[in-house]
């Protein structure tokens, strides 16, 4: 089994770190962990979200006490270190990095020659709106318009062919928001453009984590379906950001992929 998304942010940038993945692991009967970290914990990404600090004094103060610990070459030589060592299970390291149009040749030229097993794109932001954060920052929103916006930035994160995958693609559904239309066709156009593309697509055990009370375990069915009927690839994935959640979920996630 794989679990391919894993976040080490909570951490120093040791290997005696790295083993509190790679032990959980083992007892979970992973064979596969995918390692990686938020870019903005990176200070060459951080002019990515001028706009939704401006946007949001929340995002603003969240940013700033996140954002830039790091620089892009710490992780870079971790992740040498980390090839140069057995631990037992085969250990990947990529990058999750937030989708926005405007940023699409800036992010390729930060990331290009970089060695990374994979790069994964994500859309934490919707016309700058930080939509998986607290439940209270939807009061007053237009949910059929924030879900259309969600999806439609997530054809354009595909069609950027900047990634390999896409992270959790149905986690606008967190606090468990409805919309008043259906959305086969949005699913459909996603499926197809990753297909086309030849990127994997996440069944990621996350947001059920975060609030099981309004988030489904993964992608729901009518998602799946469309995804397994243009032939994606699924990757099994538990969104840990601690050692102890890794391989959340990871059988149920699996098992769920063959059922379809």
Known sequence: MIDGHIHIERGEYTLEWIKKFTDRAIEKN???????????????????YDSACRYSEYIDKWFHKKAGVKELNDYLELMEKVRETDFGVKVMFGLEVCYFKEYEEFVYDLTKYKDFDFLLGSVHFVDDFAFDHKAEH?????????????????????KSNIFDGIAHPDSIKLFGHKTLYPLYEYYEELAKQLSNNNMYAEQNSGAHRRCPATAELGMDKDMLDAMLRHSVKIVTASDAHEPCD???????????????
């Open 138 to 158: 939807w009061v007053g929103k237009d949910v059929d318009l924030i879900y259309a916006r969600f999806f439609e930035a997530s054809i354009e994160l595909v």
């Open 30 to 48: 992973i064979e596969e962990i995918w390692l990686l970290e938020h870019c903005y914990r990176f200070t060459e990404f951080m002019p990515m």
């Open 246 to 260: 890794v391989g959340d979920n990871i059988a149920q996630l699996k098992k769920s992929i063959s059922i379809g």
